[in-house]
C-alpha cells in the first residue's frame, strides 16, 4: 500500500511541479519568484433579519471578471500579516474599519487550478461584528483607480441575484453553512 503512494505522488510531482526561481535587482539583492499569497476577507454581520455579507463589484480597472461580484480580496504586501491585510483589504475596497484581531482564520485554498494566476488564497472571516457595521458608510475612496464599482451588504437569501467572480458563488454556500451550523 505504501508503495502505492510513493508512485501516485512521483506522478503527480514530475509532470506539474516547477520550482520557484531567484532573480535579482540592479542593487544586487535577491528575490524568489514563486506563487503568490492573497487573502479574501469575508465580513459578516447578524441583525433581525439574518446574516449579511460585505461585497463588491469589480470595476473597470480589474484584470478580470469586470462587472461580477466577490468577496473582498487582494495580496498581502510587504510587512504586514494576514490579518493586517484584511483590514487594510477591507478599508481600500469598502472604506470600512475592521481592526486585524477580528479575523479568524477561515479556511485556505491552495489548489493552483483555482486561480489563473495560482494564488494561495487564505481565507479569514470576521463575524463577530455589531450589527452597526450594517449601517456604515461604505466607500471605494481608498482603492486603487477603478478597482470597484459598487459596495452593499446582501443577505445570504439575495447571493443568487448577483453574478460572482472566481468560484465565489461556491464559497458563500461554504459560508452560509459554517454561520448556521459550525461546520465548513
Known sequence: ???????????????????NFQVSTTTGEFYWISRSVAVLAIVV???????????????????????????PCGYVDW???C?????REIFEECGVKIHPEMFKLFNVNSDPR?????????????????D??????LSNKNS???EVADIKWISFDEVDNFEWAFNH????????????NGKH
Open 1 to 19: 500500500m505504501e508503495n502505492e503512494k510513493i508512485k501516485t505522488a512521483e506522478s503527480f510531482i514530475k509532470p506539474v511541479h516547477k520550482p
Open 45 to 71: 454581520c447578524q441583525d433581525d433579519n439574518g446574516w449579511h455579507i460585505l461585497v463588491n463589484q469589480r470595476g473597470e480597472g480589474c484584470p478580470d471578471y469586470n462587472g461580477c461580484w466577490n468577496i
Open 79 to 81: 510587512g504586514e500579516t
Open 83 to 87: 490579518e493586517e491585510a484584511c483590514s
Open 114 to 130: 483555482d486561480s489563473s494566476r495560482q494564488n494561495i488564497t487564505i481565507r479569514y472571516i470576521a463575524n463577530e461584528l455589531i
Open 132 to 137: 452597526e457595521y450594517l449601517n456604515l458608510e
Open 144 to 146: 486603487e483607480q477603478n
Open 169 to 180: 458563488r461556491q464559497l458563500l454556500d461554504v459560508i452560509y453553512n459554517y454561520l448556521m
